[in-house]
Each structure stands twice: as structure tokens, then as C-alpha cells.
């Protein structure tokens, strides 16, 4: 019964500890980026302009796609070279009006594409338009874009540089959110702030460890050489298609690259709601893509570095995020209640204390790599974690100060901190990795009532908007799990960018 009693200690234990994997991959995975200053691509790189055909899907798209189109015209590259083909998706407003007279602006530069029956989502309006692309030999290069994200002067050609090398595949361009100013509001700012940790930060990395886990859906540019491997057209069998294109492209021997100076501006949800509508989308794309690819994960690869050991501890580590919360919390209510009190509160010590290490550490970093980001969205980064896990973690570093801090401050309201306030205290701690969650959710549900947007932001500060990322990624395996209706949902797009680029 002893030796039972220990083994069941120990796997509670793993179980807390495993809620910690997360910030040390992260912190792994930001130990590689200063590599990236010799270990890079730019040897084999070399200033080229291949005939490039930019495909755009677009779907009621008239405040934003006559804006992207003209942006496009104006970029720094051969005016020959270059040319833009917008699939209009049977939009119903004045989408082809737009389009229609930039085709007659710029004839034989710019092309608009009806389909009349619409509705198939992303992928499928994107093979309309390869058709038509491959149905010639004028394009070597394709770039695949949104109808919003507004490209600087020089992006295009920073990408291209990188297709010299005949080994690579596809490049991707560094996605920043482009709210400005009074277009700003505190979710844009921490979507800010989380796309230079998931890009600048990660995809760094991931060009030094060798592998690329995901090209950004709206800023992606192929060789016609990769486009034609993957069979002329893009996946369109999940809600992952950008994931699929990049998976296929290195399984195929090519690389992929993340190019750091390719900057695009793209406008980012500015509700939770909307935020919530597109996560849920990604994140059940990577749900479904997982199961696709199951025979990958933690299995190298000849000729790529994809399902490797590294591959699979970053992709895991985020995909199962959220059980490691819902674990954490539950082993050590058991390890409390049923085990070993003192236990409990070592092994959630230990949890708080590499997670606090981690945080900073990674934080730090962050706010290090782009200054610009870092003066709008420093309290946002900062607040990434929610005031509650802050405190907690400040708690695992300064034990001793933060214990005096609570006495005082109880004394000083007059409350007596008593063995039940003590219990309830350390209850709530251990429940709330997995109601972190719980009050994330809440704030979105809050947004829409009235007043609710103090409320929500209150909310979303208390549990931090890494907590509303772990309930969309829960939220898109019970969609999954469920079976409910797989759809491409468009995030509507204002043409705030313009008026803040």
C-alpha cells in the first residue's frame, strides 16, 4: 500500500510540474533566437526578382481590398515583375466595383477573378486563383495574401531574396498588428505584443532549429517549383491550410523561412468576441491537422527536421496547455486533501517558481526585440499572465515579502488572517490554474452587456490573456470532439490599418 501511495505521489507531482512545460519550451525555444545572428539564411540569399503573381482571396472586402491592391502597385519592385489577382468569392457588396475599376487602372497588372458561387472557404478561393496563375509559365514566384495586411516598400523584395536558393520552399514575413493611436485598444495591444512572441521571437527560432511550424496565412511567398509539388492548389480538408502548406513543403525536402524584415500590417479583432471567433478557427485547424499527422510527431523525418523531439515538445506544449491546467489543478486538490498538505504546497512552489523564472525571462526578451511594440504594449506584456499569476508568481520568487505584504494589508482593512482564511487561500491557488480559464471566458461573455466593457477588460486583466488562449484551444477540441460544423469564418475588416501605417 506504501509503495502505491508513493508512486501516486509522484505521477500528482508530474502532473503539477507538467503545468510548468509551457514557459520552459518558450524559454527554450528564446535561448536559440541570438543564434540567429550567424546561423541564418542570408549566405544563400541574394537580390532577386522573380516574376511573382500575388493571389489574394477576398469576401465583402470593400473598405479594405482597393487600399491592399494599391498598396501593392506602390511597393518597391519591378513594375513588370509584379502582378495581383483577387479572387472575389461571390462577395454581395461592392467588392467587384473596387476590383473592377483597379483592373481597368492597372490592366495586366491587376486581375479580378468572380466566382459566382462562393462560400467554400479560404483554400478553395485560392485555387481559383492558382488555376489561373499556373495555367501560363509568367509566374516563378507566387505570394499568398489576405485582403487587408498592407506590405512596406521593401517587404516584397526581402522575401524574394531568399527564393535565390533553390533549396527553399516558401518564405514568411513578419505580421504585426496595426492598430495606431486611437484605432488601438487594450486587446489589440496584447495581440501585439503576443505576435512578437509567436513571429519576431519564435519563428527566429525556428529558422535556427531548422523547421517552420506554421507560414502566416497572409503573407507567404512560394516558389512556382514548391506550388506545383504540392499538387497547384492549396488543402482545403481543415481549418489549418496555411499549417498543412508549410507541414507539406518541408516533408517534400524544401525549407521554410521566417524573414524578420518583411514587415506586414494587418488588422488584428478589436473585440474578444471577434478575437474568440478567429482563434477558435486556428486553433480547431490544429486540432484537426495533429490527428492528420499523427504518424509524424516525435519521429524524425529524412530530409527535414519535422516530428522530431523539438518539433513535437513546442507543438505539444501549446496544444496541450489546458489539460496541463485542468491536471495541476486536480492533482493537487488530490495531493491536499488525500495525500500530503505539505507536498501539495512544494510541488505548487516549485510549479510557481520555474514558471516566474521563465516569465521574466522570456518578457524580458520580448520587450527587447521590438522597441516599438514594447512602448505601446509594455503594460500588456507585462499583464500578459493576469494580475492573479503575477502575484502568485511574485509570491514563488519573494516568498517572505509577499507573505509580510499580505499580513499588513489584511491588518490594515482589520481582517485577522485565520486557519480558514489560510485553507480557503490555498484552495483558490490550486483551483485557479484551471479557473483562470473559466474567468478569461467570462470576460468575453461580459464584453456584450451593458457596461460590460469594463467589465470585460477588468476580467481579461484579472486572468490574462494567456488564459483566453488555453479556453479557445479547450474550446476547439470540444467543437472538435462534438463534431460541430467546420466553417471558414471571416474576421470582418474595418480599414483602420490605412489610416495608422
Not at 225 to 239: H, K, P
Not at 276 to 293: E, F, I, M, S
Request: with cysteine.
Amino acid at each position: 500500500m506504501g509503495i502505491l501511495l508513493t508512486l501516486a505521489s509522484w505521477l500528482l507531482i508530474a502532473v503539477v510540474l507538467a503545468g510548468a512545460l509551457p514557459l520552459i519550451a518558450a524559454a527554450y525555444e528564446y535561448a536559440a533566437v541570438p543564434v540567429h545572428s550567424v546561423r541564418n539564411h542570408y549566405r544563400q540569399a541574394a537580390p532577386r526578382f522573380p516574376r511573382t503573381a500575388v493571389v489574394i482571396a477576398a469576401w465583402n472586402e470593400e473598405a479594405v481590398i482597393g487600399t491592399t491592391v494599391e498598396r501593392f502597385m506602390k511597393l518597391e519592385y519591378p513594375r513588370a515583375s509584379l502582378r495581383v489577382i483577387v479572387v472575389d468569392d461571390a462577395s454581395t457588396d461592392r467588392t467587384p466595383d473596387v476590383l473592377q475599376a483597379k483592373a481597368e487602372q492597372y490592366p495586366g497588372r491587376v486581375f479580378h477573378l468572380r466566382r459566382e458561387r462562393g462560400g467554400e472557404g479560404k483554400a478553395a478561393a485560392l485555387n481559383h486563383g492558382l488555376e489561373f496563375i499556373l495555367s501560363d509559365d509568367w509566374a516563378e514566384a507566387v505570394l499568398i495574401g489576405d485582403a487587408d495586411p498592407i506590405y512596406e516598400p521593401r517587404a516584397l523584395r526581402e522575401l524574394a531574396m531568399h527564393l535565390a536558393d533553390p533549396a527553399v520552399g516558401a518564405v514568411t514575413a513578419y505580421i504585426k498588428e496595426g492598430s495606431r493611436g486611437k484605432q488601438a485598444n487594450f486587446l489589440t495591444k496584447f495581440i501585439a505584443y503576443e505576435y512578437v512572441t509567436g513571429q519576431a521571437a519564435a519563428r527566429r527560432s525556428q529558422n535556427v532549429l531548422g523547421f517552420m511550424q506554421c507560414l502566416a496565412g497572409g503573407a507567404q511567398m512560394h516558389s512556382r517549383e514548391n506550388i506545383e509539388a504540392l499538387g497547384g492548389r492549396i488543402d482545403n480538408s481543415t481549418l489549418a491550410e496555411d499549417t498543412i502548406t508549410t507541414f507539406e513543403t518541408q516533408l517534400r525536402g524544401r525549407k521554410t523561412l521566417f524573414e524578420p524584415h518583411a514587415v506586414v500590417w494587418a488588422e488584428e479583432p478589436g473585440s474578444i468576441r471577434a478575437l474568440w471567433k478567429q482563434r477558435l478557427r486556428w486553433a480547431r485547424g490544429n486540432v484537426q491537422l495533429t490527428r492528420r499527422y499523427r504518424y509524424l510527431w516525435f519521429r524524425r523525418q529524412p530530409g527535414n527536421r519535422l516530428g522530431g523531439p523539438t518539433f513535437g515538445l513546442l507543438w505539444f506544449s501549446l496544444l496541450l496547455q489546458p489539460f496541463f491546467m485542468i491536471g495541476g489543478s486536480v492533482s493537487l486538490l488530490v495531493l491536499y486533501y488525500f495525500v500530503n498538505t505539505g507536498l501539495a504546497w512544494r510541488a505548487f512552489g516549485i510549479l510557481w517558481l520555474a514558471n516566474a523564472m521563465c516569465y521574466l525571462y522570456c518578457t524580458a526578451y520580448t520587450l527587447l526585440i521590438d522597441t516599438e511594440v514594447a512602448r505601446c504594449a509594455w503594460v500588456q506584456a507585462i499583464m500578459f499572465a493576469g494580475v492573479v499569476n503575477l502575484t502568485v508568481m511574485a509570491a514563488a520568487v519573494v516568498t517572505g515579502p509577499m507573505h509580510a505584504l499580505a499580513v499588513t494589508l489584511a491588518g490594515a482593512v482589520g481582517l485577522t488572517i485565520t486557519k480558514s482564511w489560510v485553507i480557503g487561500s490555498v484552495i483558490f491557488l490550486y483551483v485557479w490554474q484551471a479557473g483562470s480559464m473559466a474567468v478569461a471566458m467570462l470576460a468575453m461573455f461580459a464584453e456584450g452587456r451593458r457596461g460590460g466593457w469594463l467589465l470585460s477588460r477588468m476580467l481579461l486583466y484579472i486572468s490574462g490573456y494567456g488564459a483566453l488562449m488555453c479556453a479557445v484551444t479547450l474550446g476547439s477540441y470540444v467543437k472538435e470532439l462534438t463534431g460541430a460544423e467546420a466553417r471558414w469564418d471571416k474576421t470582418e475588416k474595418t480599414g483602420k490599418v490605412e489610416a495608422s501605417v
